[in-house]
Antibody, heavy 122, light 106 residues
Framework: QVQLKESGPGLVQPSETLSLTCTVS????????VSWVRQPSGKGPEWMGR???????AYNSALKSRLSISRDTSKNQVFLKMNSLQTDDTGTYYC????????????????WGQGASVTVSS | DTVLTQSPALAVSPGERVTISCRAS??????MHWYQQKPGQQPKLLIY???HLESGVPARFSGSGSGTDFTLTIDPVEADDTATYYC?????????FGGGTKLELK
């Protein structure tokens, strides 16, 4: 059974760094990519970045200067770090499993964690 | 970035057919996907590649479209379908989502 679970602090001070962990089970991080997606309350989701199955990373250019994604395959974990947080970074943060097809080429977020609620406030 | 535009809300009666639209600001070929999000839950994949039904999703859900115009159809609508529906494209980087269409049942 495919599962993803986000964990991390619910409250972050403005200008500080957010650190989240995504722990996965039911699939291998060397076979599937994992994305981070965030969603402000009442708004549509925003893709933040991806840890590819081969260890490469991709970032949304709007967040690239503040964002870092890494992994520990031995622990089945993917990490997100984002610095210089502001109040508009408040929302729910999800990790997703990305299903990749080569022919035709596409990827789709086919499983989502339950989400981690993050509030940026002093 | 590719902007995806959805109507904000729809209200239908159970048993009816509903069509939810999504328009892209530029062509995304058929790399459009649809998600359902119920209150307090994470999004769930319904349709991928514009028209392919994800495993385990009821056949009441279907999708169509290519280029810039896409639709998600639910026929017939059931009470459990109350949710917000999001389209998402993966043709252009970065992948982007629509603002969502909230489906309410009368």
């Amino acid at each position: 059974q495919v599962q993803l679970k986000e964990s991390g602090p619910g409250l972050v001070q403005p200008s500080e760094t957010l650190s989240l962990t995504c722990t996965v089970s039911g699939f291998s991080l060397t076979s599937y990519s994992v994305s981070w997606v965030r969603q402000p309350s009442g708004k549509g989701p925003e893709w933040m970045g991806r840890m590819w199955y081969d260890g490469d990373t991709a970032y949304n250019s709007a967040l690239k200067s503040r964002l870092s994604i890494s992994r520990d395959t031995s622990k089945n974990q993917v990490f997100l770090k984002m610095n210089s947080l502001q109040t508009d970074d408040t929302g729910t943060y999800y990790c997703t499993r990305d299903r990749l097809s080569v022919v035709p080429y596409y990827y789709v977020m086919d499983a989502w964690g339950q989400g981690a609620s993050v509030t940026v406030s002093s | 970035d590719t902007v995806l535009t959805q109507s904000p809300a729809l209200a239908v009666s159970p048993g009816e057919r509903v069509t939810i639209s999504c328009r892209a600001s530029e062509s995304v070929s058929t790399l459009m996907h649809w998600y359902q999000q119920k209150p307090g839950q994470q999004p769930k994949l319904l349709i991928y590649l514009a028209s392919h039904l994800e495993s385990g999703v009821p056949a009441r859900f279907s999708g169509s479209g290519s280029g810039t115009d896409f639709t998600l159809t639910i026929d017939p609508v059931e009470a459990d379908d109350t949710a917000t529906y999001y389209c998402q494209q993966s043709w252009n980087d970065p992948p982007t989502f629509g603002g969502g269409t909230k489906l309410e049942l009368k």
